[in-house]
């Protein structure tokens, strides 16, 4: 999972200016804002703003006010950035003030392009390591897209984000980030109050508790942040909004599942940089590879590795595959490759009762196999399976659970 830095630079002169930016373009995953104080744009400004992780400010040699404008806005925000001095005189006496103050540390002009780095780094990684602590490793965080439409992700993310509720008693948030066509409220049988489009509006104000009014809960205790119902204006997206949406659902959750659309766009390819796993969701067809393929092969310019792209053969063995596993898995070069066996009955039933394939026909073959693949996501992160509960534990769990509505 990409953690970002988000990075604001306070400069006076064109020369700081381009070092600091040639700097920052260095540090994967950073986000880099440039203001300018000669347009009037000075430190009171980030307070009506987002505070950054870091703000490289440069000064003037003796002003006493703007040193006391700093020291002010430090101690405001105390805990919440790091700040590093750029100044082309530097001395000891000053430099003590403002470490004092709270600057983490203070760098002469011309700069050492190596020592800053390193300092963004250090910072990189204390944010990287705490939102790492708030949860544990991360490897819950999966994206799950369809080499074409209609392959079965919403299914297969749902399924075993309700699976890795029930079995295991884990905080599972799902996002129907397919922004136009989203269905999985509707599978779900949900009628969102909120949407991503809410979360997205208010992103500046996101955090664990905002969050937990915007989901949708499912019975099963799975927590839903809904498509819109709508289709205006959901393709401008902004994908700072989207960093912060993430960032602060991986710190709340055990596991984060995305419901990902077919679409090239700049916040598409963040939270597929994002993620730790990427599940590619395939049929045994000759268009269905093809389309698969031509993704593996843009991926990597796009600056998503290929290596966390896992693929799950949806609809296995149904009888109009055209293509059989064996020449699939060649066509892919992957030995690995998840399977679902088909059973459209069940799927279509559990679709229209709003509730998991283990409620409607938990012998079923593509039952057993989602809960295959939810075990597999499990381990990944924790590194070990649940032991399966016996007939009277799961019998026991199911009456506490409310009971599947008739289909109609």
Known sequence: MITYLHVTTLFMSEDVKEEVSACVSQIEGAEHRMLDKHNGEQIAILAESEIPDVLIYQMNGGDAYEFEELAEFIESHHGQMSVIVIRKMVDADSTRRLMRAGVRDVLPFPLDRQELGMLLAEVLSEKRRRITDQRGNLAGTTSFINAKGGCGATTIAINAACNLVMKYQAKVALLDFDLQFGDAALYLDLKPEATIIDAL??????????????????????DLLASPSSMDAVLDIN??????????IVANYDFVFIDLPMMVLPWTVNTLKFSEHIMMVMQNNLSTIKNAKMMMRVFPDMGVGVDKVELINNRAMAKTNSVDFEKFKEAMRREKIHRIRNDF?????SQDMGVSLDQIESKSKATKDMEHFSDYIWACQYGEVKPQPGFFARLLHRGETQQPKSLH
Not at 209 to 216: G, K
């Open 201 to 222: 509006m208010q992103a500046d104000r996101m955090d664990g508790v905002f969050l937990d009014a915007l989901m949708t809960k499912h019975e099963c205790g799975l």
């Open 239 to 248: 994908p700072n909004d989207v960093n912060k949406l993430l960032e602060t």
């Open 345 to 349: 009955q069940t799927v279509l039933a």
